[in-house]
């Protein structure tokens, strides 16, 4: 023992540098250990449930049936959406024809089921393009004015001013039945009226 405090005493600068180094290294590793990880991380696994998706798809625009004559390049019976403009209807047909009225067309209307279009020609009144038919010939009330109806028996001017009245609310009648909707036309009146009138 006393051999080793000797050797310290003479050697003090080694001792220090030595225990300088093992401190230093002692730090060195204890900064730099690598700690024991305590295993609580919470793994979650979260399964993904598959939602079914219902189709929400829009159902396929339904097809209407427009017929087209008058002042277009190919008058005719077209098919087209339904709710689609009477401009897209005349653009079917061809599109209109260079002596087409257009003043008098509402081409920003929607078409309906069975509803007919009459581009009239310049010059040409709707009245006269759309009036009261030629012997033989049936009054389509989907496009007639209340003075078109004084050939119709059955028809005077009120009734005539209530059927316009009600298709410019309730848009184009889709057959002639529809006309006992109108107030003061019954089952009765429509049975003598079938030969005279048409949509």
């Known amino acids: 023992m006393n051999e080793f405090l000797d050797y310290v005493k003479r050697n003090k600068m080694v001792v220090i540098v030595i225990g300088v180094l093992i401190l230093g290294f002692g730090g060195y590793w ?8 305590k295993n609580d991380i919470k793994t979650e696994f979260k399964t993904s449930k598959k939602v079914v998706e219902k189709e929400t798809s829009a159902p396929k625009n339904k097809l209407v049936a427009v017929d087209i004559q008058g002042a ?3 008058p005719g019976v077209y ?8 401009q897209a209807a005349i653009q079917l047909a061809g599109g209109l024809a260079d002596n087409a ?8 209307k929607r078409v309906t089921d069975q509803m007919q279009i009459y ?3 310049i010059g040409n009144s709707t009245a006269s393009v759309t009036g009261a038919p030629a012997k033989g010939e049936k009054l389509n009330i989907n496009n007639a004015k209340v003075e078109d109806f004084k050939n119709v028996t059955g028809i005077g001017p009120k009734k005539a001013e209530k059927i316009i009245a009600f298709r410019e609310k309730n848009g184009n009648f889709k057959n002639l039945h529809d006309l006992t909707k109108v107030s003061g036309i019954g089952e009765k009146s429509l049975d003598s009226l ?4 048409t949509v």
């Open 119 to 121: 581009v009239p020609v």
């Open 72 to 74: 277009v390049k190919k």
């Open 79 to 86: 098919q087209l959406k339904e709710n689609s403009l009477v």
């Open 30 to 37: 204890w900064g730099n250990r690598v700690p024991v990880a």
């Open 101 to 108: 009225d257009t003043k008098q067309i509402n081409q920003a």
């Open 194 to 197: 079938k030969d005279q009138l």
